[in-house]
């Protein structure tokens, strides 16, 4: 069983100051949100929708053949049960990391309703209406001396027809097969290995492969997944796409005012709302293409405004025939999917990662004006997880994870192995040299000090050159430090493969590893009780960052 840590989460670099305020419970992210943690009025879920009973079916019929824990699970929704969502887009070979981190965080938030006395089920909506194939053809697993890559290239460029196209339906071709196989020599044999050659087959859709692989992860936890692109499931959620595009001028102007509180109290909009910014995208009848709706203002000549979606132009009625007719052409927008997502399923609470807590922030009018009430976030699981061998590499030098993140904050982030290779010299150099170069800064600085206060007393354009110089001094000792530190890793040449070991296995790139590493890798070494395992630690409300030691 894994042990843990609980950081700040400000320990966890690269965080934006919204979502950082949002965890931390301050007031001035409160007129953004539903609620702040930890408040737990989330429980008492929202009134069953009419649609209820058909969204039963459906997803009961996406999670056919169920293992047990699902099975109970979908039983208890047909009873009126809650829901905790969360999401991701459907990445090849289980995409990264923080995937099953957001799984998990839903079902522990779900078993917490229910142990309160209120039902919740858990679900992961599949993102498959994204189209932004970059963010999702490739995965990375770490190797015994370097990260590898593994990329899915039969789609190539901007240029290709099928690059606009939603991921979720994007069939596998046979070169899936080498890339599986790639898989098998990095991953080794095990039950999650078997899974993904299971599911990523020829013949397959991306959003088919990634359904079945975290099916079978969170089989025993009880995770329901949900696909969502299809007509059936617009054609429930009609209601909110029809009020996006009759309401669209409405829905933008409270977008551009919720915009200038965020920007007044100091935060920053993560989704930009641009002058012809809409919040759909229309899927070409001929080629497929998700392309965004532009709104064209009313004017003198067409006075309801007009769309349009590349060279085409549509009225708003054409639209809405478009949306009776052919519901799944009508897509939503990052900042409405929470809200069509919400309609259909009565969500009581979303996990969303940090850049998704941020757009919240936005999305909160859009919820206010379309379905009358906003449903709370939560964040989900932030975590690294460290192997044993490099656990036993980090006690030795006597490296924290927060003193290792820290490198990421004073360097770039492809010079973290660099600089970390720089610390573990300078802790490895002789106890006498050690000493003596504390004892010079320690002697420079005091001197320096002095004498910059008496020169201040002099003049101030005195005091100022005599800035810059003392800088030049402190720069030269600090080189010193480093070539002391230099030779001791020429010296010493396992620091810096010690260094390399660690930052590609805990801060790969100066990238946080639940961002870079691929999730399959740690299911294959560790067994599918490890999704056991980071339920329970997400149960633990860490309210920063966990470092879990495996």
């Known amino acids: ?119 919740h089920a858990a679900i992961f909506w599949l993102a498959t209406e994204d189209h932004d194939f970059a963010e999702i053809d490739h995965v990375v697993f770490p190797g015994r001396k370097e990260l590898h890559t593994l990329a899915y290239a039969s789609i190539a460029g901007a240029n290709s027809p099928m690059a606009a196209r939603p991921v979720g339906g994007i069939v596998l071709d046979e070169s899936i ?4 196989d790639q898989a098998w020599e990095l991953l080794g044999p095990s039950d999650a290995m078997e899974a993904l050659a299971a599911a990523y087959k020829p013949g397959r859709t991306f959003a088919q492969a990634f359904r079945d692989f975290y099916a079978k992860v969170f089989a025993a936890q009880g995770l329901l997944v949900l696909d969502a692109s299809g007509r059936a499931w617009h054609r429930m959620g009609a209601p909110v796409l029809r009020a996006a595009l009759e309401r669209a001028d409405e829905l933008h102007a409270a977008l551009l005012e919720r ?17 012809q910014s809409s919040l759909l995208f229309l899927l070409d009848d001929l080629s497929g293409a998700r392309v965004a709706l532009k709104r064209i203002a009313p004017s003198a000549q067409e006075p309801a405004g007009l769309w349009q979606a590349g060279r085409q132009s549509y009225s708003t009625a054409e639209l809405v025939g ?44 859009l919820f206010g004006r379309i379905l009358g009430r906003a449903t709370p976030v939560e964040t989900r699981l932030s975590g ?17 994870l927060e003193r290792l993140f820290a490198l990421g904050t004073s360097s770039a982030p492809s010079q973290v192995q660099e600089s970390l290779a720089q610390l573990l010299a300078a802790r490895a150099l002789p106890v006498e040299g050690k000493r003596k170069l504390a004892a010079a800064g ?19 354009g005195l005091a100022q050159s005599a800035e810059t110089a003392a800088g030049k001094m402190r720069y030269q000792m600090n080189r010193l430090r480093t070539l002391a530190a230099n030779f001791e890793l020429q010296r010493e040449a396992s620091l810096g493969r010690h260094a390399a070991a660690i930052s590609q296995a805990v801060y790969p790139g100066g990238v946080l590893q639940e961002r870079v590493h691929g999730a399959a890798f740690y299911f294959a070494r560790y067994g599918f009780e490890l999704a056991e395992e980071i339920t329970a630690q997400a149960a633990n409300s860490c309210p920063g960052h966990t470092a879990m030691w495996l």
């Open 384 to 400: 690294t997880l460290i192997e044993p061998a490099i656990a036993e590499l980090m006690r030795r030098h006597e490296l924290t």
């Open 259 to 275: 915009n200038l509180e965020l920007e007044a109290a100091g935060y920053h909009a993560q989704v930009a709302v641009g002058a």
């Open 322 to 365: 478009i949306l009776e007719s052919e519901p799944e052409r009508i897509s939503p927008s990052a900042l409405l999917r929470p809200v069509f997502q919400d309609f259909l399923l009565s969500t009581s609470l979303t996990i969303g990662g940090p850049a998704e807590i941020a757009y919240f922030a936005q999305s909160a009018v």
């Open 1 to 119: 069983m894994l042990t843990a840590d609980c950081y700040p989460i400000t320990v966890a670099p690269g965080q934006n100051r919204l979502f950082l305020d949002f965890c931390a419970g301050d007031p001035a992210a409160r007129p953004f949100y539903a609620s702040l943690p930890a408040d737990n009025r989330w429980q008492s879920r929202p009134p069953l929708p009419a649609h209820w009973p058909e969204m039963v079916k459906l997803l009961a019929e996406q999670n056919a053949s169920p293992s047990a824990a699902a099975g109970a699970a979908l039983e208890a929704l047909g009873n009126g049960a809650g829901t905790a969502v969360t999401g991701q887009q459907v990445g090849l070979l289980g995409g990264p990391l923080f995937t099953p981190f957001k799984a998990a965080t839903a079902l522990a938030r779900a078993r917490q309703a229910t142990a309160g006395g209120q039902r």
């Open 442 to 460: 320690t002697a420079l600085d005091a001197e320096l000090t002095a004498l910059l206060d008496w020169m201040g007393t002099l003049d101030a």
């Open 177 to 180: 097969t080498p890339l599986v």
